[in-house]
């Protein structure tokens, strides 16, 4: 029932900016955590930023902390992850994801997941 559509990667340089979004249906909203997670080949999938629907409890990691943005618009039922002065090692595949309670870090906790979406950062 609930679907996660993700869109906005591409390719980029260094220092430049770009915003992803997750498309959202299904769900209950009222009790729902969103997150961003990112995945490079070889390694754990990781959680980047988390976010209460209702706004509350935005977090981030430390190594986008001051740079990413996470935010949601609730009519359009869309989240987004505004990502500025991108780097190389920002170079991932990026995935929205959905669980009921609180925006935790662990990727095990969630229960809905997108499909991704490539970012890549050119130096």
């Known amino acids: 029932q609930v679907q996660l559509v993700e869109s906005g990667g591409g390719l980029v340089q260094a220092g430049d900016s770009l915003r992803l979004s997750c498309s959202t249906s299904g769900g209950t909203y009222s009790s729902t955590a969103m997150a961003w997670f990112r995945q490079v080949p070889g390694l754990e999938r990781v959680f980047v930023a988390g976010m209460r629907w209702n706004g509350n409890d935005k977090r981030y990691s430390d190594s986008v902390k001051d740079r990413f943005i996470i935010s949601r618009d609730n009519a359009k039922k869309t989240l987004y992850l505004q990502m500025n002065n991108l780097k190389p090692e920002d170079t991932a595949v990026y995935y929205c994801?959905?669980?009921?309670?609180?925006?935790?870090?662990?990727?095990?906790?969630?229960?809905?997941w997108g499909q991704g979406t490539q970012v890549t950062v050119s130096s």
């Open positions: 994801a959905q669980r009921t309670g609180a925006p935790t870090t662990g990727a095990s906790d969630y229960k809905y």
